[in-house]
Each structure stands twice: as structure tokens, then as C-alpha cells.
């Protein structure tokens, strides 16, 4: 009998080790091999929503240091901001062993009564080329529906490209309402302190009645380059205004007529529509430069295909 008891305690005790082991720390027994943390000690659910959170964002660009000066950001992190305006797919290129990059140069903000404003200066150093390559297809047919009746469609946005160095210039300026700051314009010049601006936009024109094989055939094809894009808060589709300092068939041909050209090119280029969330993120950067925030995070491009 005492041999019969002392199995049963034994085996009592055993249950009882088993239990506490998979027992949480609020005394509710978990399943086996189940566990509300991860290795590092982590909450799974937390860090799977910072995934997702993090997934839905874009790059950082950094502006500001504790110590008042200017870090370096990669110039494809900078220029993010054009494949959030597309409203078709774009696919980004590096070219290989790229080492642009650049910063601010310098900061400059005012408020006289209602209004604001905020100018900085940047610098974009380095070798290689960034492209930014528009959607052949999608590009026309979403320049169809904003025309009535045209057969030829005029100037076509092919690519963006930003080639070897240059400075720049933004500026914001706003309101001010109740306390409360509203960016309505910004400007992002890329030919500040007299240099050449390096930004390079293709253009071409297509007859929309000459579609072959499912596909449009662009022709007239030529080079601008860019000196300021300009966008502006609207009630209605958010528009990019665009100046350039020359116009011609490639990039190699832009002399002093195609400057010429590209002057007087400048009163006939319409505002562009762009998304709505490359606007609202344009206007936002600027707020972000007036409150001198240390970094700022774009958004995730929706239209961003790949990036090579």
C-alpha cells in the first residue's frame, strides 16, 4: 500500500512540473511549443505590424543633425518623389557603381504675418545617372483621357534623368490660419547658384489612330532640360508646372539655339495632372523644411514597377 502511494505522489509531482512549465506569466496555461514572444524577446504581433507599417513606407531623406549640419542622402532616395507623382507605372534605373548623392547647403525661413516661408539650398555630388522611365502605353492613354477628340498628342513625358552634379534650390511658401501652417506652393529649382541644371526630361509625340500590335509608336522624339517643377495645393487634380532651359533632339545638341528655343519653349508648356499623392507629399516635405525636422519619409510610390 505505501509502495502504491508513493507511485501516485510521484506521478502528482510530475503533472504538477509539467503544468507550471507551460504556464503563461498570468498563470493561463499555454500550449506547448506556443509562445507569445519571438527569440529576441519581441511581441510577433507588434513586429508584424511594424512590417507592414514600415512596407507601406518609402524612403528617408535626412536634413538636419543635432549639430547643425547637413547629412548625405542618396540621390535615387531624394528624387522618390517622382515616381509618387506619376499616375502610371514608372521603373527607376541606377546606373552601376553610382555614387551620387548630395545635401542641404543651406536654410533660410520667414513669417510675416499670415504667410511663411522656407528656402534651402542643395548640392548633388557624385558620378552616374538616375532615370526615371514612364510607362510607354500607359502614359498615352492616360494623356487620351484628358483630351477631347486629338489625334496627335503633342510633347509625351518619357523619362526623368538626373546626370553627374549640380545645385538646387527648394522653396515654400504658406498660410497661416488659427495656429495652423499650410504649405500652398513649392518649387524645386535645379539650376541654383548659375549652374547648368542636370535634369533631363525625354519627350516625343504619337498618333493615337496609328496603334499597332497593342501598342503606340512614338515619334518626334526629344530632349529638354529641366530648370524648376513647380506644385501647388488644388481643390481639383493636382497639376506640376514645368520650366526648362532648352529644348532639341538629344541631349549632346543642347547649344544656344536650343536654348533660345527652350526660352521661348516656355510659354507654351501646360501644367502637367500628376497624382494627388505626390502633391500632397511635395507640400508636406515643404512643412517639413520650415519645422526643420530631422528626417522625412516618403511615402510608398504605388506606380514604382522596379528599381535596377
Known sequence: MNKFLLILVVICILLGCNSRKTSGD???????GVSKFNETGSDD????AQKKTDEAKGPTVYL?????????????????????????????????????GGHLLSYEKGQTGDSFYVTCDFRMEGKGFYTDEFDGDAMIEWNIKSVNNKKVLKNILDYIKFEGEGYGRIEATGTI?????TVENVEVHFDARGAE???MVGLYDVDVTK???????????????????????????????IKISAVGKDEESLGTWEHIVGFFGNLFINPIE??????????????????????FTFPKAKNLKTQN
Open 26 to 32: 498570468d498563470g493561463r496555461v499555454q500550449r506547448p
Open 45 to 48: 504581433t507588434a513586429v508584424q
Open 64 to 100: 538636419f543633425d543635432k549639430n547643425g549640419e547637413y547629412p548625405d542622402n542618396k540621390l535615387s532616395d531624394f528624387m522618390y518623389f517622382v515616381p509618387l507623382i506619376s499616375p502610371v507605372p514608372v521603373t527607376a534605373v541606377t546606373s552601376q557603381n553610382n555614387t551620387q
Open 177 to 181: 490660419s488659427e495656429s495652423k501652417m
Open 197 to 199: 541644371s542636370p535634369v
Open 211 to 241: 496603334k499597332k500590335d497593342g501598342h503606340y509608336f512614338g515619334y518626334n522624339k526629344k530632349v529638354a532640360r529641366i530648370t524648376t517643377l513647380t506644385f501647388e495645393r488644388s481643390v481639383t487634380a493636382p497639376k506640376m508646372g
Open 274 to 295: 500628376i497624382d494627388k499623392l505626390g502633391n500632397d507629399t511635395m507640400l508636406e516635405f515643404g512643412l517639413s523644411l520650415y519645422k526643420k525636422d530631422a528626417t
